[in-house]
T-cell receptor, first 114, second 112 residues
């Protein structure tokens, strides 16, 4: 089945220690998104890639970076995690950036910062 | 800016009850509207969507109609099951925005 895969499902890191979250897709979609979802809140878009074009949301902290080495993979790097970065991180894909396109979500990575 | 407002949760119902979760929106453009469902510990799954006024999205017994005149997209199901217990998010995407804007989510619990 075509899908969006996130690894690991659970990640524990220490305050200030860099961490990388991984997302891969078998849907061959052009667009990949990273959302942050804090407890009992709605997902909030951090940034997205349309093919190789990177689009950062204006209020995404510099501490968050992303890489997309090829169509299938996208990484979220948190350079110096703080306690406030503990959250569920959701990767999503869509065929294009039309407002009618469905976004397909992975299962998420739950990040704990000690 | 664009925004989505959902009815406050949590919502608790008995099995086979009728469900309505209200959703209204504010958008500068002509949005597409979505309902996503999130089961405990999982990511979001698309439940249904509608891309133009008066369209009805439906899936797994759930329905929602895009009402432009009332800027609403209320979710309904005639007879809920215990397995419907989850958090439901209403969302919109407007042309050029390139992102989903979500409501705050409504937690639904169905008791046997």
């Amino acid at each position: 089945d075509a899908m969006v895969i996130q690894n690991p499902r659970y990640q524990v890191t220490q305050f200030g220690k860099p961490v990388t979250l991984s997302c891969s897709q078998t849907l061959n979609h052009n667009v990949m998104y990273w959302y942050q979802q804090k407890s009992s809140q709605a997902p909030k878009l951090l940034f997205h890639y349309y093919d190789k074009d990177f689009n950062n949301e204006a209020d995404t902290p510099d501490n968050f970076q992303s890489r997309r080495p090829n169509t299938s993979f996208c990484f979220l790097d948190i350079r110096s995690p703080g306690l406030g970065d503990a959250a569920m991180y959701l990767c999503a894909t869509s065929p294009g950036v039309s407002s009618t396109d469905t976004q397909y979500f992975g299962p998420g990575t739950r990040l704990t910062v000690l | 800016g664009d925004s989505v407002t959902q009815m406050e949760g949590p919502v608790t119902l008995s099995e086979e009850a009728f469900l309505t979760i209200n959703c209204t929106y504010t958008a500068t453009g002509y949005p597409s509207l979505f309902w996503y469902v999130q089961y405990p510990g999982e990511g979001l799954q698309l439940l249904l969507k509608a891309t133009k006024a008066d369209d009805k999205g439906s899936n797994k017994g759930f329905e929602a109609t895009y009402r432009k005149e009332t800027t609403s997209f209320h979710l309904e199901k005639g007879s809920v099951q215990v397995s419907d217990s989850a958090v439901y998010f209403c969302a919109l995407n407007t042309p050029g925005a390139q992102k989903l804007v979500f409501g705050q989510g409504t937690r639904l619990t169905i008791n046997p």
